[in-house]
């Protein structure tokens, strides 16, 4: 018997999270599924609470000190909130790419090992060479800068480090990758490669992607969840989203009426 | 007229200045309705300054030149063919009489200086009335000269400015200047101990025992290759030990694990340590340590240990060095950008792993210029070793032994009992050369190194 349906394999699950910073909420009560091999954007207006929702992915509020999380939020079943999750194993798993490109100040080489490091990945230095080589080709960087990979990650230019950024979090073979705005520091042809390369990556990792750019949203992604004063307005899929929303707000945002 | 009365009057004249010429401005802009580029009180300044700065300039001078002009005047009367030859009788006599005739003393060793003394106050009271006349010339020419010049369109807006900017920049340069000064004292007193004693002699000899000085070669015993060692030893190895990794780690946990509470009250003691009196410290090194160092090294089996050890002096002044070391890290870890630190959590590792791999590294150069300058402050530092350390100069690497460095030596040097053009003072001159020359050096290279590392970052 054959299938032509694939069933959506659920990859992480929110339910009723909400966050505050101190006594202020930024969140509040947002349920989402993540599926498999989907890309999932993050639209609002800015202070609408995108980051803050998008870093309860992977526990980066924890870095913040005023920072609290309630509600329940699973990857692949496992709540990652719990006292048994290794919140290294899980960085590990759910890896992140900032607004700015943020290389460290290392080589090509080394920042992109770094992870592989840390985490124990790589045996020999031949193993590191291979993940260093595979994560550069799956990030379109390879050609690039296989010829100097012993220069510094941030004499690349703007485009190349968010690149570079891109393949740091696949070396250490995520399931899932949180991007947040990751073009809003780039111009037209960088910002086309990102987008490209996210279309190429889909499938092999789960994708969440944050922008304030909306013909992006529509050209990147699967689902989309609109986001309105730290309130999930809507979520479905893309093309009904921007062709046929059901609330009032989401339309008044996709339209530019405000935001 | 004293000189404090020639001052007021100056002064007053120039307060006279301004108010005339506020006067005169407003004047003019009463019946106009032009905009004018400059306030009444800018023209006002403007005729002050031109009044009373010209008169106060020429009285600095004045005070500088005008003794020797009296002095001149006195010895060309008469009575001063009495007078020794030139030395310090001759000058002790012409001291009293001064004081004689400005009524600061009243009775006289000298017999010879009563007789001066009337010809002293003749002149001074001739230049004086010299002075006073030539300043108020100046004040009035000055101020005659900036009055012609306020008329409405006159921009003494910009003028005032322009005199304000001069005179910050007098302010800059009297520090400048100084500091050349000093430098050219040590060079000329440097340039004539080295005209007796061979510069490498100096810089290469290895032995050093300025008390016994043979004069046919007093290279010889003037090697400060052991004072430097135990400089170095002293203030950039057993200092640096101590001082490195618990300024280090002091700012690591200030910026990376203190909860910001902690961090408010840890920071500024640790801060307020750098501002200890350095003879505090060196008690606690001479009465605390010192016997401590020495107890616990005869206790180890060093029967000969010394109560002026090395280790001593150098883990005080290492314990002295912590803060600037501590806050020169701190300020490094604190400018690499957050979202370094971000990206290696990210990625999964852990608060350490982030220090050791991420930050520590991108601080690196910040860290490494922080610690040179503490180098270069500790090689300078005085009171600690001059309470501590020991006088004789030895080269040795056993901490336990007495050393001494060349901030002591120049202490030793310079308040003991000697002439002040032997080559036994005057290589403390070559000393201190030496040391400004190297702390200099240490100084650029930090600057420099902090500076690019600040750049990288911007
Ligand atoms: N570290 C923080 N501490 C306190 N408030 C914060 C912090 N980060 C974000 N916020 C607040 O939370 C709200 C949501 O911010 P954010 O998630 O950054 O929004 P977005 O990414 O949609 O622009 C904003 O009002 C912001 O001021
Ligand atoms: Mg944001």
Known sequence: ?259 | MSAIALLFLVLGLGLIGWLTARVRATRFRAGSTVRFSSLPSHHGWFVALWTAVPPLIFLVIWSMTSPALVTDTVLSTPAAMQLPPPGFDRASILSEARSLAEGRSFGAFHGLSRTLAPSYAAAQTRYDWIATALALLLAFAGGAFAFTRVKPGFGARTQVERVVMLMLLGASLIAILTTVGIVASLLYESARFFHVVPITDFLFGTHWSPQVIDGRDPGASLGAVPLFWGTFFIGAVIAMIVAIPFGLMSAIYLTQYAAPTTRKWMKPILEMLAGVPTVVYGYFAALTVAPAVRDFAVSIGISWASSESALAAGLVMGIMIIPFVSSMADDSIAAVPSSMRDGSLAMGATSSETIRRVLLPAALPGVVGGVLLAVSRAIGETMIVVMAASGVATLTLNPFASTTTVTKQIVDLLTGEAEFDSPKTLAAFALGLTLFVVTLLLNIVALRVVKRYREAYE
């Open chain 1, 1 to 259: 018997m054959t299938k032509s349906l694939k069933m959506p394999i659920l990859k992480m699950t929110a339910r009723n999270v909400s966050v505050a910073y101190g006594s202020k909420i930024a969140i509040n009560n947002v349920s989402i599924d993540v599926d498999q091999d989907e890309v999932v954007a993050f639209i609002g207006p800015s202070g609408c609470g995108k980051s803050t929702f998008l870093r309860t992915l992977n526990r980066m509020n924890d870095t913040v000190a005023s920072a609290r999380v309630t509600g329940e939020i699973k990857l692949d079943g496992q709540d990652i909130y719990s006292p048994d999750m290794d919140v290294v194993q899980l960085r590990a798993r759910v890896g992140m790419v900032f607004q700015k490109p943020n290389p460290f100040p290392k080589s090509i080489y080394e920042n992109v090992a770094y992870g592989p490091r840390i985490h124990g990945l790589a045996g020999a230095k031949a193993d590191l060479d291979r993940i260093v080589e595979k994560s550069l080709r799956r990030a379109g960087l390879w050609d690039e800068v296989k010829d100097r990979l012993s220069d510094s990650g941030t004499a690349l230019s703007g485009g190349q480090q968010q690149r570079l950024c891109i393949a740091r979090a696949i070396a250490v073979d995520p399931e899932v990758i949180l991007m947040d705005e990751p073009c809003s520091a780039l111009d037209p042809i960088a910002t086309a490669k990102i987008e490209e390369l996210i279309h190429e990556l889909r499938g092999r990792y789960a994708m969440v992607i944050v922008t304030h750019n909306m013909q992006q949203a529509a050209r990147v992604s699967q689902k989309t969840a609109f986001f309105h004063l730290g309130s999930l307005v809507e979520y479905g899929n893309t093309s009904d989203i921007f062709t046929n929303p059901r609330e009032e707000r989401t339309k008044d945002y996709i339209t530019g009426r405000y935001g």
